[in-house]
Antibody, heavy 113, light 106 residues
Framework: QVQLKESGPGLVQPSQTLSLTCTVS????????VHWVRQPPGKGLEWMGV???????DYNSALKPRLSISRDTSKSQVFLTMNSLQTEDTGIYYC???????WGQGVMVTVSS | DIQMTQSPSSLPASLGDRVTITCRAS??????LRWFQQKPGKSPRLMIY???NLANGVPSRFSGSRSGSDYSLTINSLESEDMAIYYC????????FGAGTKLELK
């Protein structure tokens, strides 16, 4: 069955770089798009970006200078990298397939010294 | 960028009520509109896609509609399990979520 699971460090220091991995199963990354969505504590959902099935990427214009999404199709993994982290980047980070039925459980990231 | 203005931000209601949540798009998005439900500690769940289509497994008391640039999610005969936060999402041009509506018991 279709599954997505996020992983990464729970704590990142301010100004440092965040690296998250989304490991998928039950579908091919060359057939479906994978998006990243985040949610600050007690706040709403924010679309971050997408890696399309063809390998191209698009990003939220507000995050584009700091954000990169890539993948390793052989490992069924999608990677999110975001630099210059600040406290307002604290939140739950979700990967999902096509922003539709299938979402990961999310990973909590705290930016703090 | 397309903005989605969602209202109300909070919606107190009683069991059995009929409630409506609305999102207004700042530009034409056609029917590229989805509704999600999120409960505490859970990932969002797709409820409606294509503005009016019920996602798999979603109870028939949920429905979506469109009037021009206004998109609505209606829940008929509210049940306790419906208490959650609801978000709209436009995916016509990139993706933008509405700010959310917290549906709670009055």
């Amino acid at each position: 069955q279709v599954q997505l699971k996020e992983s990464g460090p729970g704590l990142v220091q301010p100004s440092q770089t965040l690296s998250l991995t989304c490991t998928v199963s039950g579908f091919s990354l060359t057939s479906y798009n994978v998006h990243w969505v985040r949610q600050p504590p007690g706040k709403g959902l924010e679309w971050m970006g997408v890696i399309w099935s063809g390998g191209n990427t698009d990003y939220n214009s507000a995050l584009k200078p700091r954000l990169s999404i890539s993948r390793d199709t052989s490992k069924s993994q999608v990677f999110l990298t975001m630099n210059s982290l600040q406290t307002e980047d604290t939140g739950i980070y979700y990967c999902n397939r096509n922003i539709h039925n299938y979402w990961g459980q999310g990973v909590m990231v705290t930016v703090s010294s | 960028d397309i903005q989605m203005t969602q209202s109300p931000s909070s919606l107190p209601a009683s069991l059995g009520d009929r409630v409506t949540i609305t999102c207004r798009a700042s530009q034409d998005i056609g029917n590229y509109l989805r509704w999600f439900q999120q409960k505490p500690g859970k990932s969002p769940r797709l409820m409606i896609y294509g503005a009016t289509n019920l996602a798999n497994g979603v109870p028939s008391r949920f429905s979506g509609s469109r009037s021009g640039s206004d998109y609505s999610l209606t829940i008929n005969s509210l049940e306790s399990e419906d208490m959650a936060i609801y978000y709209c999402l436009q995916h016509n041009e990139y993706n933008t979520f509405g700010a959310g509506t917290k549906l709670e018991l009055k």
